[in-house]
């Protein structure tokens, strides 16, 4: 059974820091881009981060580049990422996902085939 399960989400200040991770289990993920989504109260999913099968392409959303850095370990079956500079605009919960060999639109929710359960992410001001 394929399964994204993410963790490292709670509550922090503004300014603060977190490390999102995401386990992938029941395959092998090395060939999926993996990606991160956020949605906050009241408002529509929205993209987050991006990273390819062979970590050669990385997208962010403007409003988290130079904050936010994803990575993967295939070994691993992992991908985290790393937020810094917290703000309360992004406290969302945070969802990872999978979408097997696709390099084209990847800003888009439609193009992933697997989603975590999410981890709530509190930035408090």
């Known amino acids: 059974q394929v399964q994204l399960v993410e963790s490292g989400g709670g509550l922090v200040q503004t300014g603060g820091s977190l490390r999102l991770s995401c386990a992938a289990s029941?395959?092998?993920?090395?060939?999926?881009?993996m990606g991160w989504f956020r949605q906050a109260p009241g408002k529509e999913r929205e993209f987050v981060a991006a990273i390819t099968w062979t970590g050669g392409i990385i997208y962010y959303a403007d409003s988290v580049k130079g904050r936010f850095t994803i990575s993967r370990d295939n070994a691993k079956n992992t991908v985290a990422l790393q937020m810094n500079s917290l703000k309360p605009e992004d406290a969302a919960v945070y969802y990872c996902?999978?979408?097997?060999?696709?390099?084209?639109?990847?800003?888009?929710?439609?193009?992933?085939?697997?989603w975590g359960q999410g981890t709530q992410v509190t930035v408090s001001s």
């Open positions: 996902a999978a979408a097997y060999r696709q390099a084209f639109g990847l800003r888009l929710g439609a193009t992933y085939d697997y």
């Open positions: 029941g395959r092998s993920f090395s060939s999926d881009t």
